[in-house]
């Protein structure tokens, strides 16, 4: 079956500007979690939704930063006023469940870079 | 808060060889540790896992440890191939929260 899938697979953009990030859970997926790889470094919790509700938004970096999901599926990632210290790979995961020890399922991530 | 170290940074074996990844946590609180692999252009994948009620899970070539005394945990794999060749992340999470503390990775290179 499908995978968790996300797109664009790589953004390119100018600091200052705001760019967002889709992320298509595995159909069926109550929990959504999106993490930041940068370069070198081991992935940095973001933010975790159970259904459209995000019970713990404490990795998010800054107010410049925001999620939101809709429909207990699609979830966006927004960064506005980009940085230059914003660029990593940006991977979303789904699990059948929230709860720890639930499989988590990644995708192949959003390579951002900011000029 | 909880921090994780893995060591070492990169690692390579000869095909056939046994390869030993470290991790260590910060917060006695941590109570399930799985391990990822990432492969080049995909997202880390779950080969294994372990909770801190077992000292030693394995899955066939792949075993991973763990000393809670110590706060330590390992991941062994044995009769190493060149498709293991990939960036393997430790990662601890505490009870009743679903953040996983990811390590900052280990490159391991298997030649064959």
């Known amino acids: 079956g499908a995978g968790v899938s996300q797109s664009p697979s790589n953004k390119v953009t100018e600091k200052g500007k705001d760019v967002e990030l889709r992320c298509d859970p595995i159909s069926g997926h109550t929990a959504l979690y999106w993490y930041r790889q940068s370069l070198g470094q081991g992935l940095e919790f973001l933010i975790y939704?159970?259904?459209?509700?995000?019970?713990?938004k404490s990795g998010l970096p800054s107010d410049r930063f925001s999620a939101e999901r809709t429909g207990g599926s699609v979830s966006t990632l927004t960064i506005q006023r980009t940085q230059q210290e914003d660029s990593a790979v940006y991977l979303c995961?789904?699990?059948?469940?929230?709860?720890?020890?639930?499989?988590?399922?990644f995708g192949p991530g959003t390579r951002l870079t900011v000029t | 808060g909880e921090n994780v170290e893995q060591h070492p940074s990169t690692l390579s074996v000869q095909e056939g060889d046994s390869a030993v990844i470290k991790c260590t946590y910060s917060?006695?609180?941590?109570?399930?540790f799985p391990w990822y692999k990432q492969e080049l252009g995909k997202g880390p994948q779950l080969i294994i896992d372990?909770?801190?009620?077992?000292g030693e899970k394995k899955d066939q070539r792949i075993a991973v440890t763990l000393n809670k005394t110590a706060k330590h945990f390992s991941l062994h794999i044995t009769e190493t191939q060149p498709e293991d060749s990939a960036v393997y992340f430790c990662a601890a999470s505490m009870e009743n929260t679903d953040k996983l503390i990811f390590g900052t990775g280990t490159r391991l290179q298997v030649f064959p």
């Open positions: 995961a789904s699990s059948l469940e929230g709860g720890q020890g639930r499989e988590k399922y």
């Open positions: 372990i909770r801190s009620n077992v």
């Open positions: 917060d006695s609180a941590s109570n399930y």
């Open positions: 939704f159970q259904g459209n509700s995000a019970p713990d």
